[in-house]
Protein backbone atom coordinates (compact mmCIF):
# COMPACT_ATOMS: atom_id res chain seq x y z
CA UNK A 1 0.00 0.00 0.00
CA UNK A 2 0.96 3.72 -0.51
CA UNK A 3 1.94 5.51 2.57
CA UNK A 4 3.24 8.85 3.54
CA UNK A 5 6.57 7.88 5.76
CA UNK A 6 8.97 10.66 7.63
CA UNK A 7 12.13 8.59 8.30
CA UNK A 8 13.26 11.56 9.86
CA UNK A 9 12.26 14.85 11.72
CA UNK A 10 12.28 18.09 9.60
CA UNK A 11 10.57 20.42 7.01
CA UNK A 12 7.31 19.58 5.11
CA UNK A 13 9.36 17.96 2.58
CA UNK A 14 10.92 15.33 4.68
CA UNK A 15 7.72 13.00 4.31
CA UNK A 16 7.77 10.84 1.05
CA UNK A 17 5.56 8.55 -0.54
CA UNK A 18 6.67 5.37 -0.24
CA UNK A 19 5.43 1.47 -0.80
CA UNK A 20 4.85 -0.15 2.51
CA UNK A 21 3.42 -3.56 3.38
CA UNK A 22 -0.24 -3.51 4.08
CA UNK A 23 -0.75 -4.42 7.43
CA UNK A 24 -3.37 -7.95 8.39
CA UNK A 25 -6.24 -7.43 11.33
CA UNK A 26 -5.10 -9.46 14.36
CA UNK A 27 -8.01 -11.33 16.31
CA UNK A 28 -9.17 -8.48 17.75
CA UNK A 29 -8.49 -6.13 15.13
CA UNK A 30 -10.19 -4.42 11.69
CA UNK A 31 -8.71 -3.61 8.72
CA UNK A 32 -9.63 -0.35 7.10
CA UNK A 33 -9.42 0.61 3.69
CA UNK A 34 -9.07 4.57 4.71
CA UNK A 35 -10.81 7.07 2.46
CA UNK A 36 -9.62 10.50 4.52
CA UNK A 37 -7.49 11.41 7.08
CA UNK A 38 -6.94 14.71 9.02
CA UNK A 39 -3.66 16.22 8.98
CA UNK A 40 -3.13 18.54 12.29
CA UNK A 41 -1.34 20.74 14.44
CA UNK A 42 0.23 17.69 16.23
CA UNK A 43 1.19 16.50 12.82
CA UNK A 44 2.87 19.22 11.84
CA UNK A 45 4.82 19.16 15.92
CA UNK A 46 6.07 15.33 15.35
CA UNK A 47 7.42 15.78 12.51
CA UNK A 48 9.47 19.35 12.77
CA UNK A 49 9.82 18.36 16.70
CA UNK A 50 8.32 22.65 16.70
CA UNK A 51 6.82 21.69 20.25
CA UNK A 52 6.28 23.88 23.03
CA UNK A 53 9.00 24.91 25.41
CA UNK A 54 10.31 22.26 28.00
CA UNK A 55 8.90 19.46 25.68
CA UNK A 56 11.61 18.92 23.17
CA UNK A 57 13.60 16.11 24.74
CA UNK A 58 9.94 14.80 26.38
CA UNK A 59 9.34 13.94 22.98
CA UNK A 60 12.32 12.91 20.98
CA UNK A 61 11.99 10.16 24.40
CA UNK A 62 9.16 9.12 23.76
CA UNK A 63 8.61 8.94 19.89
CA UNK A 64 12.58 8.58 18.97
CA UNK A 65 15.55 10.10 19.62
CA UNK A 66 17.00 10.59 16.51
CA UNK A 67 14.18 9.43 14.40
CA UNK A 68 10.76 9.34 14.46
CA UNK A 69 9.84 5.70 15.79
CA UNK A 70 6.58 5.90 13.76
CA UNK A 71 7.14 6.84 10.56
CA UNK A 72 3.99 7.18 9.52
CA UNK A 73 2.15 10.24 10.82
CA UNK A 74 -2.03 10.67 10.73
CA UNK A 75 -3.85 10.95 14.00
CA UNK A 76 -7.37 11.06 12.34
CA UNK A 77 -9.37 8.63 9.80
CA UNK A 78 -12.74 7.26 8.18
CA UNK A 79 -12.94 4.34 6.18
CA UNK A 80 -14.60 0.95 5.08
CA UNK A 81 -13.75 -1.74 6.95
CA UNK A 82 -12.02 -4.43 4.41
CA UNK A 83 -11.62 -7.27 6.91
CA UNK A 84 -12.17 -8.65 10.66
CA UNK A 85 -10.20 -10.27 12.80
CA UNK A 86 -11.48 -14.31 14.25
CA UNK A 87 -12.52 -12.08 17.37
CA UNK A 88 -14.27 -9.15 15.86
CA UNK A 89 -17.97 -8.56 17.36
CA UNK A 90 -18.38 -5.09 17.11
CA UNK A 91 -17.93 -3.94 13.84
CA UNK A 92 -18.33 -6.17 10.22
CA UNK A 93 -16.70 -6.40 7.04
CA UNK A 94 -18.25 -3.22 4.93
CA UNK A 95 -19.19 -0.70 7.39
CA UNK A 96 -18.25 3.22 7.41
CA UNK A 97 -16.06 3.90 10.38
CA UNK A 98 -14.02 6.77 11.97
CA UNK A 99 -11.20 6.56 14.27
CA UNK A 100 -8.74 8.49 16.13
CA UNK A 101 -5.36 7.22 17.12
CA UNK A 102 -1.75 7.64 17.57
CA UNK A 103 -0.04 7.53 14.18
CA UNK A 104 -0.48 5.91 11.41
CA UNK A 105 -3.67 7.30 9.09
CA UNK A 106 -1.54 8.98 6.40
CA UNK A 107 -2.06 5.84 4.67
CA UNK A 108 -4.13 3.57 2.57
CA UNK A 109 -5.07 0.95 5.17
CA UNK A 110 -4.75 0.75 9.10
CA UNK A 111 -5.35 -1.46 11.38
CA UNK A 112 -6.83 -0.82 14.57
CA UNK A 113 -8.34 -2.50 17.54
CA UNK A 114 -12.21 -3.00 17.48
CA UNK A 115 -12.28 -1.49 21.68
CA UNK A 116 -10.32 1.52 20.78
CA UNK A 117 -11.68 5.05 19.47
CA UNK A 118 -13.67 3.37 16.44
CA UNK A 119 -17.45 3.91 15.64
CA UNK A 120 -19.72 4.17 13.28
CA UNK A 121 -19.78 6.86 10.72
CA UNK A 122 -22.45 9.10 11.07
CA UNK A 123 -25.03 8.80 8.19
CA UNK A 124 -25.07 12.65 6.98
CA UNK A 125 -21.46 13.10 7.02
CA UNK A 126 -19.24 12.76 4.01
CA UNK A 127 -15.87 10.43 4.53
CA UNK A 128 -14.09 13.72 4.37
CA UNK A 129 -15.95 15.52 7.26
CA UNK A 130 -15.80 12.13 9.46
CA UNK A 131 -12.08 12.10 8.60
CA UNK A 132 -11.66 14.95 10.65
CA UNK A 133 -14.05 14.28 13.75
CA UNK A 134 -11.77 12.93 15.94
CA UNK A 135 -9.13 15.74 16.34
CA UNK A 136 -10.72 18.88 17.20
CA UNK A 137 -13.75 16.99 18.35
CA UNK A 138 -12.16 15.09 21.21
CA UNK A 139 -10.01 17.97 22.03
CA UNK A 140 -12.65 20.13 22.51
CA UNK A 141 -14.83 18.26 24.20
CA UNK A 142 -11.94 17.03 26.95
CA UNK A 143 -10.70 20.16 28.00
CA UNK A 144 -14.41 21.84 27.88
CA UNK A 145 -16.62 18.67 29.45
CA UNK A 146 -14.08 16.40 30.94
CA UNK A 147 -11.21 18.41 32.60
CA UNK A 148 -13.10 22.30 32.23
CA UNK A 149 -16.38 21.26 34.05
CA UNK A 150 -18.50 23.36 31.19
CA UNK A 151 -22.12 24.27 32.50
CA UNK A 152 -24.87 25.78 31.07
CA UNK A 153 -25.45 29.62 31.49
CA UNK A 154 -21.46 29.80 31.82
CA UNK A 155 -19.59 32.41 29.83
CA UNK A 156 -16.41 30.68 27.58
CA UNK A 157 -13.92 32.45 25.67
CA UNK A 158 -12.09 30.41 22.93
CA UNK A 159 -8.59 31.85 22.19
CA UNK A 160 -7.84 30.81 18.58
CA UNK A 161 -11.19 29.93 17.63
CA UNK A 162 -10.88 29.41 14.10
CA UNK A 163 -8.41 26.16 14.04
CA UNK A 164 -9.79 22.48 14.26
CA UNK A 165 -10.25 22.86 18.33
CA UNK A 166 -10.97 25.92 18.34
CA UNK A 167 -14.02 25.40 15.31
CA UNK A 168 -14.70 22.30 17.53
CA UNK A 169 -15.17 23.88 20.82
CA UNK A 170 -17.28 26.96 19.59
CA UNK A 171 -19.80 24.30 18.41
CA UNK A 172 -19.23 21.91 21.53
CA UNK A 173 -19.77 25.14 24.20
CA UNK A 174 -22.99 26.38 22.47
CA UNK A 175 -24.20 22.55 22.19
CA UNK A 176 -23.66 22.58 26.23
CA UNK A 177 -25.86 26.17 26.77
CA UNK A 178 -22.32 28.34 27.09
CA UNK A 179 -22.38 31.87 26.01
CA UNK A 180 -19.29 31.84 23.52
CA UNK A 181 -16.82 34.70 23.13
CA UNK A 182 -14.77 33.98 19.90
CA UNK A 183 -11.13 35.37 19.28
CA UNK A 184 -9.60 35.23 16.02
CA UNK A 185 -8.67 37.58 13.03
CA UNK A 186 -11.28 39.60 11.11
CA UNK A 187 -10.98 37.22 8.44
CA UNK A 188 -12.07 34.57 10.39
CA UNK A 189 -15.04 36.47 12.35
CA UNK A 190 -18.33 35.16 9.94
CA UNK A 191 -16.65 31.23 10.04
CA UNK A 192 -16.69 31.37 13.78
CA UNK A 193 -19.89 32.96 13.74
CA UNK A 194 -21.60 30.69 11.64
CA UNK A 195 -20.33 27.56 14.32
CA UNK A 196 -22.35 29.49 16.96
CA UNK A 197 -20.23 32.09 18.66
CA UNK A 198 -21.93 34.96 20.33
CA UNK A 199 -19.37 37.36 19.76
CA UNK A 200 -16.19 37.83 18.30
CA UNK A 201 -12.88 39.51 19.52
CA UNK A 202 -10.39 40.40 16.64
CA UNK A 203 -7.05 39.88 18.61
CA UNK A 204 -5.50 42.52 15.93
CA UNK A 205 -7.15 45.55 17.28
CA UNK A 206 -8.20 44.24 20.77
CA UNK A 207 -7.22 42.44 23.79
CA UNK A 208 -8.75 40.15 25.33
CA UNK A 209 -7.53 40.30 28.54
CA UNK A 210 -7.74 44.36 28.68
CA UNK A 211 -11.34 44.44 28.27
CA UNK A 212 -12.12 44.03 32.16
CA UNK A 213 -14.35 41.02 30.77
CA UNK A 214 -14.55 37.84 33.12
CA UNK A 215 -14.98 34.35 31.94
CA UNK A 216 -15.99 31.27 33.53
CA UNK A 217 -13.64 29.15 31.19
CA UNK A 218 -10.95 30.71 29.11
CA UNK A 219 -9.94 27.98 26.63
CA UNK A 220 -6.49 28.87 25.10
CA UNK A 221 -5.92 27.09 21.67
CA UNK A 222 -2.92 29.84 20.69
CA UNK A 223 -0.19 29.72 23.44
CA UNK A 224 -0.01 32.95 23.98
CA UNK A 225 -2.45 33.44 27.36
CA UNK A 226 -1.24 32.08 30.05
CA UNK A 227 -1.93 32.65 33.88
CA UNK A 228 -0.12 35.59 34.11
CA UNK A 229 -2.04 37.34 31.05
CA UNK A 230 -5.17 36.40 31.58
CA UNK A 231 -6.09 35.82 35.69
CA UNK A 232 -8.13 38.82 36.15
CA UNK A 233 -9.88 38.31 32.93
CA UNK A 234 -10.99 34.82 35.05
CA UNK A 235 -14.65 34.69 37.50
CA UNK A 236 -13.62 33.91 40.89
CA UNK A 237 -14.14 30.18 40.22
CA UNK A 238 -13.17 30.34 36.80
CA UNK A 239 -10.90 27.97 34.39
CA UNK A 240 -7.85 28.68 32.45
CA UNK A 241 -7.86 25.47 29.77
CA UNK A 242 -4.39 25.55 28.54
CA UNK A 243 -4.76 23.69 25.37
CA UNK A 244 -1.14 24.54 24.31
CA UNK A 245 1.56 25.64 26.46
CA UNK A 246 5.25 25.97 27.41
CA UNK A 247 6.60 23.72 30.25
CA UNK A 248 7.01 26.81 32.63
CA UNK A 249 3.87 28.09 32.05
CA UNK A 250 2.31 24.37 32.95
CA UNK A 251 4.33 24.11 36.18
CA UNK A 252 3.01 27.52 37.54
CA UNK A 253 -0.48 26.92 36.44
CA UNK A 254 -0.72 23.45 38.48
CA UNK A 255 1.29 26.11 41.62
CA UNK A 256 -1.81 28.69 41.12
CA UNK A 257 -4.52 26.11 41.11
CA UNK A 258 -3.57 25.08 44.41
CA UNK A 259 -3.76 28.61 46.31
CA UNK A 260 -6.28 29.98 44.01
CA UNK A 261 -10.36 29.46 43.47
CA UNK A 262 -9.24 29.64 39.88
CA UNK A 263 -8.00 26.56 37.93
CA UNK A 264 -5.45 26.08 35.47
CA UNK A 265 -6.03 22.84 33.08
CA UNK A 266 -3.49 21.27 31.24
CA UNK A 267 -2.09 18.15 29.57
CA UNK A 268 -2.86 15.85 26.75
CA UNK A 269 -6.10 14.42 25.67
CA UNK A 270 -6.38 11.15 23.81
CA UNK A 271 -9.39 9.89 22.01
CA UNK A 272 -11.57 6.56 23.14
CA UNK A 273 -14.62 5.29 21.59
CA UNK A 274 -17.27 6.82 23.92
CA UNK A 275 -16.09 10.03 23.14
CA UNK A 276 -16.24 9.85 19.54
CA UNK A 277 -19.94 7.91 19.79
CA UNK A 278 -21.26 11.14 21.89
CA UNK A 279 -19.56 13.55 18.96
CA UNK A 280 -21.17 11.10 16.04
CA UNK A 281 -24.45 11.21 17.83
CA UNK A 282 -24.14 15.11 17.36
CA UNK A 283 -23.20 14.96 14.49
CA UNK A 284 -26.74 13.19 13.63
CA UNK A 285 -28.28 15.53 15.43
CA UNK A 286 -27.10 18.09 13.22
CA UNK A 287 -25.69 19.89 16.20
CA UNK A 288 -21.13 19.13 15.49
CA UNK A 289 -19.58 19.11 12.02
CA UNK A 290 -15.93 19.62 11.25
CA UNK A 291 -15.04 22.47 8.90
CA UNK A 292 -12.77 21.12 6.13
CA UNK A 293 -10.70 24.00 4.54
CA UNK A 294 -9.07 21.75 1.97
CA UNK A 295 -8.07 18.19 0.88
CA UNK A 296 -5.14 17.19 -0.71
CA UNK A 297 -4.44 13.99 -2.36
CA UNK A 298 -2.14 12.07 -0.86
CA UNK A 299 0.64 12.17 -3.38
CA UNK A 300 0.54 16.38 -2.03
CA UNK A 301 0.86 15.92 1.38
CA UNK A 302 3.52 17.74 1.03
CA UNK A 303 1.71 20.73 -0.19
CA UNK A 304 -0.88 19.53 3.30
CA UNK A 305 2.00 19.76 6.08
CA UNK A 306 3.11 23.13 4.33
CA UNK A 307 -0.47 24.70 5.20
CA UNK A 308 -0.66 22.98 8.52
CA UNK A 309 2.51 24.27 9.30
CA UNK A 310 1.35 27.83 8.03
CA UNK A 311 -0.66 28.17 11.72
CA UNK A 312 -3.00 29.83 9.56
CA UNK A 313 -5.48 27.32 8.75
CA UNK A 314 -8.99 27.29 9.21
CA UNK A 315 -10.94 24.67 10.81
CA UNK A 316 -9.33 20.98 9.10
CA UNK A 317 -7.34 19.99 6.39
CA UNK A 318 -8.00 16.32 5.03
CA UNK A 319 -5.83 13.70 2.95
CA UNK A 320 -8.39 11.99 0.43
CA UNK A 321 -7.21 8.49 -0.47
CA UNK A 322 -7.21 7.76 -4.11
CA UNK A 323 -9.01 4.14 -3.66
N1 LIG B 1 -3.21 19.37 24.69
C1 LIG B 1 -3.66 18.61 23.72
O1 LIG B 1 -4.00 17.43 23.92
C2 LIG B 1 -3.79 19.18 22.33
C3 LIG B 1 -4.59 18.53 21.39
C4 LIG B 1 -4.74 19.11 20.14
C5 LIG B 1 -4.07 20.29 19.84
N2 LIG B 1 -3.26 20.87 20.76
C6 LIG B 1 -2.58 22.13 20.46
O2 LIG B 1 -3.58 23.11 20.35
C7 LIG B 1 -3.18 24.11 19.44
C8 LIG B 1 -4.32 24.37 18.46
O3 LIG B 1 -4.48 23.23 17.64
P1 LIG B 1 -5.30 23.33 16.28
O4 LIG B 1 -5.16 22.00 15.63
O5 LIG B 1 -6.63 23.87 16.51
O6 LIG B 1 -4.41 24.39 15.48
P2 LIG B 1 -4.64 24.98 14.03
O7 LIG B 1 -5.87 24.38 13.43
O8 LIG B 1 -3.38 24.89 13.28
O9 LIG B 1 -4.91 26.53 14.34
C9 LIG B 1 -4.84 27.45 13.30
C10 LIG B 1 -5.70 28.66 13.66
O10 LIG B 1 -5.08 29.40 14.71
C11 LIG B 1 -5.44 30.77 14.51
N3 LIG B 1 -4.51 31.69 15.17
C12 LIG B 1 -3.19 31.84 14.90
N4 LIG B 1 -2.67 32.80 15.70
C13 LIG B 1 -3.68 33.25 16.47
C14 LIG B 1 -3.79 34.23 17.51
N5 LIG B 1 -2.73 34.94 17.91
N6 LIG B 1 -4.98 34.42 18.10
C15 LIG B 1 -6.08 33.74 17.72
N7 LIG B 1 -6.05 32.78 16.74
C16 LIG B 1 -4.86 32.55 16.14
C17 LIG B 1 -5.39 30.93 13.01
O11 LIG B 1 -6.27 31.95 12.61
P3 LIG B 1 -5.71 33.29 11.90
O12 LIG B 1 -4.98 32.85 10.69
O13 LIG B 1 -6.93 34.06 11.60
O14 LIG B 1 -4.82 33.95 12.91
C18 LIG B 1 -5.86 29.57 12.47
O15 LIG B 1 -7.23 29.57 12.09
C19 LIG B 1 -1.89 23.61 18.78
O16 LIG B 1 -0.81 24.29 19.36
C20 LIG B 1 -1.85 22.14 19.13
O17 LIG B 1 -0.53 21.67 19.24
C21 LIG B 1 -3.12 20.34 21.99
Redesign the pocket.
Known sequence: MKAALNRKYGGPDVVRIEEVEKPVAGKDEVLIKIHAAGI???D??MRSLNV?KGFGIIVRLVFGIFAPRNKILGMEFSGTIESIGSDVSKFKVGDAVFAGCMFGAHAEYRVIKQDVAIVLKPKDLSFEEAGAMS??GS?AL??LKIDGNIKTGERVLI????????IAAVQLAKYFGADVTA???A??AELVTSMGADRVID?ASTDFAKTGETFDIIMD????APWGRVKNSLKPTGRLLM??GGMPEMLQGAFVSKKNGKRVI????GDNAVDLQFLAELAEAGKFKPFIEKTYRLEDIVAAHRH?DS??????IVIVMDN
Do not use: D, H, I
Open positions: NSASRPFGTNFNGASGAVGVCSANYNVGNVVSGTSVGRKRGS
